[in-house]
């Protein structure tokens, strides 16, 4: 395959894909959005359609964006500049996905995970042709109004690859930041600690969620652990948090905590269920 200037593979089409998707719209991509699941592809397409038209006045929306989004099930004849995953953060899902891209893309197409906490470089472990051309694109939530992007190098990311990362993202109108690819790479790795700490003083019976949200956020913290942890999904916190602590050897600082693991149990994952820590129905 060649690749097509300014045409973009976006793999997985939930809350993340369906983010990076419109923002490439936006300024001016062909997008791919690929997903096995016909119901989600649905609900990206409607969710992809509601953002760009709530985010614009009508005379500034470009009439031709909905020429510029396919939405399907395999990415068989799209031949893309840059290949973005957001599929679940898991190396059970990502491995094998690479693993085909890898073979299936020259070397003149980049590729990027939208991984939160797994190392970029495991994930080149399973590229064996060219994994110089892979790194991490890690986009916080919501896409469309979150500046800052870290831009992951793995152990065989090319300096290349990192010039082209930045550049796209800058394009995008977003601040990439270049972060090494350690465990949690910068924001996960900090933030550890500021959702660990609050669960083990609710659970310790020191302060009630509720009032842990009000501090937070009546010194300037835009959302507290609790809220924040609702929106981001207490199953994806509880995963990256795993992935930390697995990382580091198992550092107690990281330790996962057994009140989200209870939530998960239960279902109850947040804003996407109706229910976490707050409730949503």
Partial sequence: MTASSRQLMVIGAGTMGRGISEVALRHGWRVHLVDPDAAQRQSAQASIEKGLTRAASPE???????????????????????????????MALKGPLFTRLDQEFGPEVWLASNTSSIAVTEIQGVARNFP??????????PVPRMALVEVIAG????????????ELIREWDKEPVVAPDRPGFLVNRVARPYYLEALRMVDDGIVSLETCDTIFEGVGFPMG????????????????????????FYDARYRPHRLQQQKIRLGQLGRKSGRGFYRYD
């Fill in 60 to 90: 500034m929306l470009d009439p031709e964006w909905r020429r510029r989004l396919t939405v399907s099930a395999d990415w068989d004849g799209i031949e893309p500049s840059w290949v973005i995953e957001a599929v679940p953060e898991t």
């Fill in 132 to 141: 110089e051309r892979i790194g991490g694109l890690h986009f916080f939530n």
């Fill in 155 to 166: 152990m065989a990311t090319k300096a290349p690859y990192v010039a082209a990362a930045v």
């Fill in 225 to 248: 652990p609790f809220r924040l942890m609702d929106l981001v999904g207490i199953d994806v916190n509880f995963a990256v948090t795993e992935s930390v602590f697995t990382q580091t």
